[in-house]
């Protein structure tokens, strides 16, 4: 009995620590409808800056509370500089670019946190007075859980009685609810969007400092926390602050208890539980429709079919690449390989954002599941290379049947969210499941047959299916198929007035991205020779939407560009020190001075030279 | 014989009959007019025709063929086509691509990964668009077009499908008079030529008795009068329905 009630209060003070997180993030949703990846990372300076603090001032019981709710005050001017030089100029850019320039932000923190804190973890002190555990029937609790238990609770009431009570609060539900009102607001507008971000950001950094007595302050706090606030904010319903509170007591709770059974579920858990949220309830539990986000976007131009020029020159570049290892050495081989893996991932994922209108944050999923059908199929069924290679594809698609049908049940972020959710249970059962897919040391020794072995003969078999699978990419586009997948994305209901099976269509062309993805993915796998979860991972995901947002999202060729830049790009950087400052710079140019990508900015040039017919637009 | 045979056709949404027992048959070649009140019943007595709303109770033949129950792009295929009060076409194409679009649909070829779709059923769309007078238009990006002129295209991608029954709601809302008689005066003839019927909804009376063969009267969503414009006209409980007496149809209801 005692141990199930200790059971109980653990998973209750973990509810009050993810609430603290997700709340923020889900008041900044609600009025500015931006999905905002630095939440996380709010979270983890708040931590930093706490933990400074609080061995700063050393200064007993008072010193600690007060060190904490200036850390949350630091970082709620923090969020206010960004706020103010960054997102106040994206509010009405489509999802892409929001996450991505967010992302942006997250690679910045990182490293200044790094050049501040350091590399090494560091363990905070305990909370002074609230230092031991009490006996309740019997079991320990830790006092400083009681008193996260007690904080959660409490922050929630502040936050009801200022949205139900303030004029200002008043106007962040009106907000949050109805979206011309926020236009209404006219030059109020600006200062309320403030004024939420602050406070959002305030939370997560509050969040972050409360948990410097429980786990140590470490540059992964961002990423890992960002994933489960997400999903207490879709459970909850985006806007919803308890909603949220609800969502993380759910989550907290039920694994509190799932542990006991099933040890490996902790990672997978919350993201099942979203998944099964949203089948039934597409908007969370207090989520309504029309809280839906998307700014609206220009209408696309129509395609163009390649002109004869156009297909010359397409042919010049492909005879070069086919030429290159005789005139380079094998390191250049290897990079090409490298760039023509990412030009086939981003253009899948182009296949199903771009033309389909089906914004995905966890691409990575089928990419991975690509990459461990091929090295498993070789480790465990014995298969030569070139069946391997088959097989990695086809679980991909397998993956992408199995999770679209869920996905194209709902549209805009909230699918987003259930892509992502797909991609970190597949990253977590990969992660857990040692057994089989090796988890954290990975899959090695996955080496081409003999015949593909060398780096030159590897390059000519990756770019036979590299640049085969971007030519079949494009040929769908510009086939019915991919046409119907524009026009569903244009209106859906004039596709299914023109009788289209409208979720039909989006499932195949969820599961052709997922296809090609997981072809990119076998040919990732051999040239590395192994395979670890991280291919599955948040990051790699992002990676794909940065390549299609550089490229620009409105041009087929804009994904094999994109891609091309971003590995030159990270090739260079990544071998300086301070990388992701610089990374995280060139995303935020990008997304505020060119939002139309390299390939806007070429397709602009071109039409300038009279090389492409069409008005300068 | 009638192409469209509607019976007690029924809708209540909580506790509020929109629609009660609506009964009518619709001949071969006819333009009909369903007009009402606004609230009357009219786009939700729409809506379960085309399969976007399912009926409490009744039945709704399409040439003898039962049309409750199925969806909406099935009725579609059977031949109902439909335009939309406030359009919707595929802004990221061309006025010529939305009618393939259509006829890609219509001969079941959207699951061709293949083709080339700008050059598929080039011919017919080209044909269907000089029927609507938009053929001079059909390189234009979509998105560039004047409002009349998405509602002709719309005319154009309706009938791609070669549907014996065409449903229009409100097919003048948002246009300029003169724009008004043109559409309707477009949409007679080519109801003439292809034989097709119509079943349209509409405020303007001066469109309604301009046009209509029939007309069907529709308040609180029961039936509540039908004939020839002239006897619409005099009808006295219609006049009661418009307050105010005959006077009402010179003016635009709104
Ligand atoms: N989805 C719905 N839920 C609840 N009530 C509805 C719904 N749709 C329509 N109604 C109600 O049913 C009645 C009929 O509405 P309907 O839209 O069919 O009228 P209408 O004749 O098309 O009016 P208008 O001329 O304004 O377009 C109205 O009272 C309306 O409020
Ligand atoms: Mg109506």
């Known amino acids: 009995m005692g141990f199930y009630l200790a059971q109980l209060l653990t998973g209750l003070a973990n509810a009050s620590s993810l609430f603290l997180i997700a709340c923020g993030l889900s008041i900044i949703f609600g009025v500015t409808r931006i999905v905002n990846f630095a939440h996380g990372s709010f979270y983890m300076v708040g931590a930093y800056l706490a933990y400074s603090l609080v061995t700063w001032m050393d200064g007993g019981i008072f010193g600690f509370w007060l060190s904490l709710l200036v850390a949350a005050l630091i970082v709620g001017v923090l969020g206010l500089i960004v706020e103010v030089t960054i997102l106040r100029r994206i509010y009405h850019a489509p999802e892409l670019f929001q996450l991505v320039a967010t992302f942006g932000v997250v690679l910045i923190v990182q490293d200044a946190a790094l050049a501040i804190w350091g590399a090494e973890d560091l363990l905070g002190p305990r909370a002074p007075g609230l230092a031991r555990a009490v006996r309740i029937l019997g079991e320990p609790i830790p006092e400083y859980d009681l008193a996260l238990i007690v904080i959660g609770p409490l922050v929630l009431g502040a936050i009801w009685l200022l949205f139900h009570r303030t004029r200002w609060g008043i106007l962040v539900r009106a907000a949050t609810q109805d979206r011309e009102m926020v236009d209404a607001l006219g030059v109020n507008q600006r200062w309320l ?21 429980r786990e140590a302050v470490s540059l992964q706090m961002d990423l890992s926390v960002i994933g489960e ?32 059974i099933f040890p490996q579920i902790s990672i997978v858990l919350p993201f099942v539980v979203m998944a099964v949220v949203l089948i039934v309830r597409p908007y969370g ?7 839906e986000a998307g700014g609206a976007e220009e209408p696309e131009q129509p395609l163009r079919l390649m002109s004869r020029r156009g297909a010359m020159v397409l042919a010049a570049f492909v005879l070069i690449l086919a030429a290159s290892p005789a005139v380079t050495g094998d390191f250049t081989s290897i990079l090409l390989v490298d760039v ?4 086939l991932f981003a253009v899948s994922l182009h296949f ?3 033309i389909g209108g089906m914004v995905s944050f966890g691409h ?11 090295a498993m199929g070789m480790k465990y069924l014995g298969l030569s290379m070139l069946p391997a290679m088959a097989l990695g594809p086809v679980a991909a698609a397998g993956a992408a049947l199995l999770f679209g049908w869920f996905c194209v049940r709902l549209s805009g972020v909230y699918l987003a969210m259930l892509t992502l959710a797909a991609a970190q249970i597949l990253w977590g059962v990969t992660y857990q499941w040692g057994e089989v897919t090796g988890g954290d040391d990975g899959i090695l020794g996955i080496w081409p047959a003999g015949w593909a072995s060398g780096d030159k003969a590897y390059f000519y078999l990756a770019m036979v299916l590299c640049v085969g699978g971007m030519f079949l990419l494009r040929r769908m586009a510009h086939s019915p198929f991919g046409y119907g997948l524009r026009g569903v994305r244009d209106s859906a209901v004039r596709a299914e007035a023109i009788g289209m099976d409208v979720k039909l269509h989006q499932w195949m062309g969820f599961t052709v991205a997922g296809a090609f993805a997981g072809l990119a993915g076998v040919v990732f796998v051999f040239s590395k020779g192994s395979v670890f979860p991280d291919v599955l991972g948040i990051s790699q995901s992002v990676d794909g939407l940065i390549m299609v947002l550089l490229g620009g999202i409105h041009a087929l060729a804009g994904p094999i560009l994109g891609a091309g830049v971003f590995i030159l790009i990270e090739d260079w950087v990544t071998r300086l020190d301070y990388w992701r400052v610089i990374f995280g710079g060139i995303i935020l140019v990008v997304v505020l001075v060119a939002p139309d990508g390299v390939a806007g900015g070429v397709d602009r040039l071109l039409r300038a030279v009279g090389i492409r017919r069409g008005d300068a637009t | 014989m009638s192409v469209l045979e509607v019976r007690d056709l029924s809708k209540s949404f909580g506790g509020v009959e929109a629609v009660a027992d609506v009964s009518f048959d619709l001949g071969a070649g006819e333009f009909l007019a369903l007009i009402g009140p606004n609230g009357a019943g009219k786009t939700t007595c729409f809506n379960m025709l085309n399969g976007y709303l399912r009926p409490d109770r009744g039945s709704v033949k399409l040439e003898g063929r039962e049309l409750v129950g199925r969806r909406p792009r099935a009725i579609v295929r059977m031949g109902v086509g439909r335009t939309f009060q406030i359009t919707r076409t595929f802004l990221s194409m061309t006025v010529r691509e939305n009618v393939q679009m259509a006829l890609i649909s219509h001969h079941k070829r959207m699951f061709d990964f293949w083709s080339r779709a700008v050059r598929m059923y080039e011919g017919e769309a080209d044909a269907l668009l000089d029927l609507v007078s938009m053929r001079d238009q059909a390189a234009r990006p979509c998105s560039e077009l004047a409002y009349g002129d998405l509602k002709r295209l719309e005319l154009a991608i309706a009938l791609a499908h070669e549907p014996a029954l065409l449903l229009m709601d409100e097919p003048t809302a948002g246009m300029a008079p003169s724009e008004r008689v043109a559409l309707m005066a477009l949409t007679g003839e080519i109801v003439k030529s292809r034989g097709v019927s119509v079943l349209f909804t509409e405020h303007d009376m001066d469109v309604v008795f301009a046009h209509a063969h029939r007309i069907l009267v529709l308040n609180r969503g029961r039936l509540i009068a039908e004939g020839s414009g002239a006897e619409i006209r005099e009808n006295p409980l219609v006049q009661e329905v418009y307050l105010g007496g ?3 149809f010179a003016a635009e209801g709104v």
């Open chain 1, 364 to 374: 990575a999923a089928y990419f991975g599941v690509g990459a461990y059908a091929a």
């Open chain 2, 246 to 248: 005959g006077t009402v």
């Open chain 1, 285 to 291: 539990l207090f989520g309504r429709p029309g809280s």
């Open chain 1, 229 to 260: 606030a997400f999903v207490v904010v879709v459970i909850g319903g985006m806007g919803s602050v308890s909603g949220a509170f609800v969502a993380a007591v759910l989550i907290s709770v039920l694994n509190a208890f799932a542990i006991l």
């Open chain 1, 340 to 343: 023509m893996v990412a030009m």
């Open chain 1, 193 to 213: 969007f403030s004024a939420v971000f602050v406070l959002g950001s305030a939370l997560a950094g509050l969040g972050g400092a409360l948990q410097i007595p």
């Open chain 1, 352 to 354: 199903m954002m771009g």
